[in-house]
């Protein structure tokens, strides 16, 4: 059976439901609290307000691209206005696997999605479109501050985390590395993985994430997949992890 879009097939979408995953798992509960990790303009902010169950909504945005933080703070304060029971607070760090270190960020101008702590690999030979689009000559170079969410969810003293979204575009095993002393305090992770060469830097898999939470959780559901046409291999997935106490509660 052909798939031809993740957001225009309605078989795609029944199959990867990722919102009919989370209210699964957090059924019943009132408040929810999330950490948006690479939260962009604000697009997960909104799929989360629309789409969860919930009675208060709490999201702490961490988007270091400075090019789209006043739309970030316009979604803020729209909310603001419409919802009391759902709060925004945005962040301006990068999260990573060091505090306080001064890290380079390449803002894309033409695709803000795309901008990553890694720069375009214009030598890429899996992703069609970057070439046709010269997605690589429209870096702007900046630099951010970093630091790990074991850090952050302490200084704010956080007890717990339901959901842990994270979608920074290569950088993902080092935020859930910097996680590492707070991974009892999360209940869900929702992590992107790319395995193409899109950017200069190490492919990830599977095993670099769960190297780092196996103790604490196990995987649960895939919740997006993108294949690429030209190769049939997967590009990228976005995957579902539950803390095993979760579980425990659940079954």
């Known amino acids: 059976m052909k798939i031809d879009s993740p957001h225009k097939n309605k078989k795609f979408s029944t199959i990867f439901d990722k919102f009919k995953t989370l209210n699964f798992l957090l059924k019943n509960k009132k408040k929810i609290n999330i950490i948006d990790v690479g ?8 799929e989360f307000e629309r789409y969860l169950d919930y009675k208060k909504l709490n999201i702490e945005c961490f988007e270091p691209n400075s090019n789209v933080r006043n739309e970030l703070i316009q979604t803020k304060e ?9 709060q925004i607070r945005i962040q301006d760090k990068a999260i990573s696997n060091k505090n306080d270190k001064t890290i380079s960020f390449f803002n894309n101008l033409k ?6 702590i890694y720069r375009i690999n214009k030598k890429t030979k899996n992703f069609i479109v970057s070439k046709k689009k010269n997605y690589h000559n429209h870096e702007e170079k900046k630099f951010v501050k970093t630091i790990t969410l074991s850090k952050y969810i302490k200084q704010k003293k956080i007890n717990l985390v339901d959901i842990l979204k994270i979608d920074t575009q290569g950088h993902e095993v080092e935020c859930l590395d910097g996680a590492k002393e707070v991974l009892n305090k999360i209940n869900i992770i929702v992590v ?17 994430i769960e190297k780092i939470i196996k103790n604490k959780f196990i995987f649960w559901d895939l919740v997006h997949l993108y294949k690429n046409p030209k190769s ?18 659940l079954f």
């Open 111 to 116: 695709k803000s999605q795309i901008s990553s």
């Open 39 to 46: 939260a962009n303009r604000g697009q997960s902010v909104k």
């Open 78 to 86: 729209k909310y603001s206005l419409l919802k009391k029971n759902f």
């Open 232 to 249: 049939n291999a997967i590009d990228h997935v976005e995957a579902v992890y539950i803390n095993k106490n979760l579980y425990k509660k």
């Open 192 to 208: 992107s993985i790319l395995f193409f060469d899109f950017y200069i830097k190490k492919r990830v898999s599977f095993f670099d």
